[in-house]
């Protein structure tokens, strides 16, 4: 075992596994310790590594993949504040089950060979697959690599796997209703140009929810956005300029979205709440730190951590597994960036 496996393994360069090694910065606290889990887990003692740091007890190897695209789960996906939450709450289970996560990375498009390969040099009890990305076929192949498997974030019916994800349809729905409740009608939906089952769910909930009320949103208020992208757009803002009547609220499909939404409005003198309300989704860090603090759905990660890492130490020795699917319900997190329609100056 070299530096140049650990660092594939790892899914990271040489530099940043010889900067883990000589407890160096440049790399984040959650790499370091990924790279020295991978390092502790295949026997390999560098000479370098800080001293006293001791070998995590584990009685399993769980590994974590995410399975990257160039849309939502890219190659920096875990310093996205959303998937860095769920990896911290994924670790820290683990090690409550006194267990090793070893974390990795994969091109959707190679994730079978790639997969194959990590586990035939360094085979786990369990597989944590960040699936948003994945499809139905993509699933029954890696069920064929591996017995005990969960994916997160994503779910298919009609697919005989374990899946925790978010109650998508739920949050989306309760997010319609609180707009309702505060008196908006005309209201604006921001969608992401990318589609995936966790977005089209949110969307048919929201759309659920205006229905029970008898309202819907027109296609001149429908935006389409980059998902993560964070910042100020120009053709949302065009969009907004050359409205007619503007809403008096929008929805966010996500927190990255809606915030791109406040920033587009402000720089075209658009105030919020005052003019438009904004509302988000999955509660990430930035929705704190965002001017005005954002209203949205949070998704409850630790929780989704906590039932997924469950589910596959359920299943160690288990030679009768059924699938399993378990949904996260959200929760309205009130905040500023959103008000009652009495208290917006309709334009």
Known sequence: MKIDDIARLAGVSKAAVSLAFNNKPGVSEQTREHILNIAQAHGYKPRTVKVGREAPKSNAIIRFVACKNSDIVTEHYDSLPFFNELIHHITEQ??????????????????????????????????????????????????????????????????????????????????????????????????????????????????????????????????????????????????????????????????????????????????????????????????????????TVHVKKDMMAKTAVNLIMTNLGNNEKNGTHIYVNTEIVERRSCVPVATTAVE
Do not use: W
């Open 94 to 295: 683990v090690k409550q089950h006194g267990s090793t996560l070893v974390i990795s990375s994969i091109d959707v498009q190679d994730l079978q060979q790639e997969l194959q390969t990590l586990e035939k040099e360094q085979p786990s009890a369990g597989l944590l697959l960040l699936g948003i990305n994945l499809t139905a076929p993509m699933i029954e192949t890696i069920q064929s690599i591996h017995d005990n498997v969960v994916i997160l974030d994503t779910s298919f019916e009609h697919v005989d796997a374990n899946f925790v994800s978010i109650n998508n349809t739920l949050g989306g729905y309760q997010a319609g209703q609180h707009l309702v409740k505060l008196g908006h009608s005309r209201i604006g939906y921001v969608k992401s140009g990318t589609r995936i089952p966790n977005f089209i769910k949110r969307e048919d909930g929201f759309r659920v929810a205006l229905a029970e009320h008898h309202l819907t949103v027109s296609e001149a208020l429908t935006f389409h956005l980059q998902p993560m992208l964070v910042m100020a757009q120009e053709h949302l803002q065009q969009s907004i300029r050359h409205l007619e009547e503007r809403p008096t609220a929008i929805f966010c499909e996500n927190d990255y979205m809606a915030i791109s939404t406040i920033k587009s409005l402000q720089n075209i003198g658009i105030r919020v709440p005052e003019d438009i309300s904004v509302m988000g989704f999955d509660n990430i860090f930035e929705a704190n730190v965002i001017s005005p603090e954002l209203t």
